[in-house]
């Protein structure tokens, strides 16, 4: 059984920093690229970063590039998101989400870690 | 950035009748190979959202067939055949063409 299990949620002020993590389990982690995909309050969806497999191939989303960065241990079945100079509409419930292997496909996501940026 | 655009903004339906869901977006989503890069996801009250039908019209694992994909380019469409009361949700669209990935912002279906 697939398992995403998002970790390090919490309340910070702005411009602080928080990281994020997220433990897979029940498939071979190092063969799947995986993403952050956020949700503000009551608003939609939003794909914030994604790594591959390999961890070389790392791509942001334009709000977050330069401030998030993404990355992931394979030996321990893990991702991770570091942010950084965090704001006030970073405020979201973050995914940890797996990708399906066939081209950006969402297969499994975890049940989300609540990131409060408020001063 | 490829724009997502999804209508209605939400949708009360009746359990047994049919119910279409639409998303346009602003660059074709249709691959060289001949797949449509587009997902449609559900997102459950209180839950995290799941995968329904990815590449444009095939069915993820464990999704009932009352639910389908079409289209192709840049207008797509979900259609439930018969709605049932655990189908409410939010429901949205992600183009899955190029990064950024992107989503429309969604559908929601209440009975």
């Known amino acids: 059984e697939v398992k995403l299990v998002e970790s390090g949620g919490g309340v910070v002020q702005p411009g602080g920093s928080l990281t994020l993590s997220c433990a897979a389990s029940?498939?071979?982690?190092?063969?799947?690229?995986m993403h952050w995909v956020r949700q503000a309050p009551g608003q939609g969806l939003e794909w914030v970063s994604l790594?591959?497999?390999?961890?070389?191939?790392?791509v942001y989303a334009d709000s977050v590039k330069g401030r998030f960065t993404i990355s992931r241990d394979n030996s321990r079945n893990s991702l991770y998101l570091q942010m950084n100079s965090l704001r006030t509409d970073d405020t979201a419930l973050y995914y940890c989400v797996k990708d399906d292997g066939d081209g950006y496909n969402f297969d499994y996501w975890g049940q989300g870690t609540l990131v409060t940026v408020t001063s | 950035d490829i724009v997502m655009t999804q209508s209605p903004l939400s949708l009360s339906v009746t359990p047994g009748e049919p119910a279409s869901i639409s998303c346009r977006s602003s660059q074709s989503l249709l691959h060289s190979n001949g797949n449509n890069h587009l997902d449609w996801y559900l997102q459950k009250p209180g839950q995290s959202p799941r995968l329904l039908i990815y590449?444009?019209?095939t069915r993820a694992s464990g999704v009932p067939d009352r639910f389908s994909g079409s289209g192709s380019g840049t207008v797509f469409t979900l259609k439930i055949s018969r709605v049932e009361a655990e189908d409410v949700g939010v429901y949205y669209c992600?183009?899955?063409?190029?990064?950024?990935?992107?989503f429309g912002g969604g559908t929601k279906v209440e009975i």
């Open positions: 790594v591959g497999g390999d961890v070389r191939h790392k």
């Open positions: 590449l444009g019209s």
């Open positions: 029940g498939f071979t982690f190092v063969d799947f690229a």
């Open positions: 992600m183009q899955a063409q190029q990064t950024p990935l992107t």
